[in-house]
């Protein structure tokens, strides 16, 4: 089983809103990513948590905040966010093999308004 | 870093012919290579991986791919394609560990009846 799970699937939100995307993983894996993904363009990495402490922030802004609960949950937290942020927000995760085999989830549909 | 060139954005190409998307990396360090296809509004899913070993690795789907090392590329090859390929095809290169992925700029595969 290679299954990450993102919630929600699309999510539209105004500027001034505070919404949370959610990310789920049963697998055991001990690396979580989120990427964001612009129409035609490849995903682009945002932050990796590595044994639930964050690794890497690749210079995100404030308004995009991450969170990693637990070693099978990763979430972003967002707030005034802006509408060049509208993007499909995909969520990965990989094993502690050290190839760094990246299993993605559906990604969440994001819109702002 | 790494650099992924994927030089062809769209391959058109006929049901049933077969088809090459290429791919090559920068580094001749050890590297593990994947290609990942992306549906319409869906996450990626990967197609297929080198590790190590052969240099011809097989994926879902009916796709191969063949590492070439002294020529820093992992093309991937289908002899027969379908409609149901039509998709985007990204190419990422790891350096291992919970590090970064490089992803080429993908190919978008255009299968015509």
């Known amino acids: 089983d290679t299954e990450v799970t993102q919630t929600p699937k699309h999510l539209v939100m105004g500027m001034t809103n505070k919404k949370s995307l959610k990310c789920e993983q049963h697998?055991?894996?001990?690396?979580m990513y989120w990427y964001k993904q612009k129409a035609k363009k490849p995903p682009e990495l945002m932050f990796v948590y590595s044994y639930e402490k964050l690794s890497i922030n690749e210079s995100v802004p404030s308004r995009f905040s991450p969170e990693c609960p637990n070693s099978s949950l990763l979430n972003l937290h967002l707030h005034a966010l802006q509408p060049e942020d509208s993007a499909l927000y995909l969520c990965?995760?990989?094993?502690?093999?050290?190839?760094?085999?990246?299993?993605f989830g559906a990604g969440t549909r994001l819109s702002v308004l | 870093a790494q650099s992924v060139t994927q030089l062809d954005s769209q391959v058109p190409v006929f049901e049933e012919a077969p088809v090459e998307l290429r791919c090559n990396y920068s580094s001749s360090v050890s590297v593990y290579l994947f290609w990942y296809v992306q549906y319409p509004n869906q996450g990626l899913q990967l197609l297929l991986k080198?590790?190590?070993?052969?240099?011809l690795v097989k994926g879902i789907n009916g796709f191969e791919a063949e590492f070439n090392k002294s020529q820093t590329s992992f093309h991937l090859r289908k002899p027969s394609v379908h409609i149901s390929d039509t998709a985007e095809y990204f190419c990422a290169v790891s350096e291992g560990n919970f590090n970064k992925f490089y992803f080429g700029s993908g190919t978008k595969l255009n299968v015509k009846p």
């Open positions: 080198y590790l190590s070993g052969s240099t």
């Open positions: 697998m055991g894996h001990r690396a």
């Open positions: 990965a995760s990989s094993p502690r093999d050290g190839k760094n085999i990246q299993y």
